[in-house]
């Protein structure tokens, strides 16, 4: 049986119009087309697009949908569309988001809108979701919606992904309510960014907005974890492939091709936004075309799709836009060409592909962006020809599309002069840039990127779902922790190197060490404690079978030395006792010695003498003494590099994933 996904975005992937019903364009909707339908049964919750006023209408709009799409509609009245989207979502949250603070506006009574949206969206969201589904909310229209739906349903498995960048935390605090945003968010089990950056600052951020210890890898949340990640979203490859494969994509470019014959096309399609950087390429065209002496061999389309056009912003946008577009063509146009193309529309997709393939350039240059995806669009387009892309080094796509000509938007004398560059340009360069980024693009695609965010979870759920396999998880981490990792799955969880075990399916925790003696750790920990205390910035965790010293946030140089000491006193001091003192990653551990993972490993083959075989991997120092029972039963894996006892070896954890994915395919 796949697994439910269900996509909660305030759009819905269509839009409803009087009788018809249409696809809606937009990132996300594409990058989810993506996913692998035999895997992931997927549902969406979202707005349709337009308020529908009527409860007549809304029951036959919200039955269509459902029937015809797969979709749940949320509906909104005029009123919340206006406070909730134009207003808080796009007026206050969108500009911060992407480091524009002077096209912040706030009203406070957009806040309750807000809230209220994300309530009902959570309502909507609790009567469509069934034990086992994976829930997948996406951007900044809904950052409260993680933390309602974890407080109505605790063990519900929540995934949030962030499309913009997230900005530096002097950015992000100019918003009133920043701190319930980033809470909001953290009610998610997974969050995801576009790029590591972005998810650095979102780390800092909640550090200093809510006081939370933060690591790169997770954020602690009362009762979870909030697991964070980077995941580049991609384009839906196989539709680029079919659609340049078809007939109806060779006539149409064909055409393009006549309309523009003679002329080096350069193209730029975005939403109609500030942030895409229209008026400054505008900018650098001017710079370009005064300097240029073959006016007539160049032409510039804009495709720019209305976007948000109820705010005051994006509308004196379209005016300055078109002014400018207009001043321009007055002042170069010549008898036989007028240089700058511009549409203020949406083209049907068919189209879009026929104009990426067939131009030389792709200029696209906002001032910032999350990922952009009309980069990777025209590279895919790219099959045949050999366009170059003139990218901003502010587009998240900038990251990895390595053989992209990188400019600074803001610098249009830089802009226009990587134009002329690029004209210039060979076919053999062109081609040996593009190729290799078209591999990349169509090879980590849309299809991957949702497979990469929702992954680990369906394969713990898929594991816990096997008839007759009983998956046993052994960590040195607190019951604490594993509980706030795992606690929603049917796992035997082993805490603290084999201090103590949960059963599966069980709620309370038994303990496994009561043979072992534990009366040293007062003695030690006094000793921990000087330490402690002549080091600042260095702290204790007391667990019940060890005690640990972390220095992670004492000055680097002499939080290292005084660990050396401290290793050496301890070490000294416990040679003859079963208790074991091991300098780790900025932290020096005390534990006892009969707490360890083989042990534990072997207690439960004890326990269960009717398993067939074991399958026993782990990618840890500690794991060596799983690896080293001599059980016939045992199947060991190492994850990873390092000398090792096990019999198998996988590159990394990422491998190992893929290996447990094949096993246990459903
Ligand atoms: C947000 C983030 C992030 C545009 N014009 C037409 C048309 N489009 C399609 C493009 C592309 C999509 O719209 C635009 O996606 P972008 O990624 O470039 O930008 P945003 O809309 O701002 O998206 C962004 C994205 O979310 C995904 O996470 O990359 O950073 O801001 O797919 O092809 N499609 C058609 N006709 C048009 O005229 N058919």
Redesign the pocket.
Known sequence: MPNTLINVSNRLPVTVEEDRVTKS????V??LEGLPEEQYKTKWIGWPGAAFPEESRRQEIARKLAEEHGCVAVFLSQEEVTAFYEGFSNSSIWPLLHYLPNYLRYEPAWWEHYQNVNRIFAEKVLETVHEGDLVWVHDYQLMLLPAMLRAAAPNLKIGFFL??PFPAYEIFRCHPRRRELVAGMLGANRIGFHAFGYLRHFCSTVQRLLGIETELTHIPSKGHNSALGVYP?GINAPKFEQTLDSKEFHQRREKFRLAHEGKRLVVS???M?YTKGILHRLEAIDNFLAGSDKIDAIRFIF?S?PSREGIEEYQHLVEEVESRVGQLNGKYATLLNSPIHFIHG????VD?CALYALADIALVTPLI??????AK?FIACQRENAGLLILSEFA?AAEELFNALLVNPYDSAAVAGTLTDALALPTEERRNRILPMRERVMRYDARHWARSNVGIETLLRRLGQQPNVDVTVISGRSQEDLEAFLGGHPFRLIAEHGASLRGPGKKEWERSDRNINYAWKEELLAILRLYEQATPGSTIEEKHSSIVWHYRKADEGFGAWKANQLTEELSALTANNPIKVRHGKKMVEVTAAGNNKGAAVARVLEQNDNYEVALCAGDDLTDESMFELSSPRLLTIKVGSGPTQARFRVSDPATFRQFLDSLFTV
């Open positions: 364009s937009g990132g996300l594409a990058a499309h913009t979203i399609v975005e939403r936004d495709v799709v949406s083209i049907p997709f879009l962006d999350g990922m952009n995806l009309v669009e998240g």
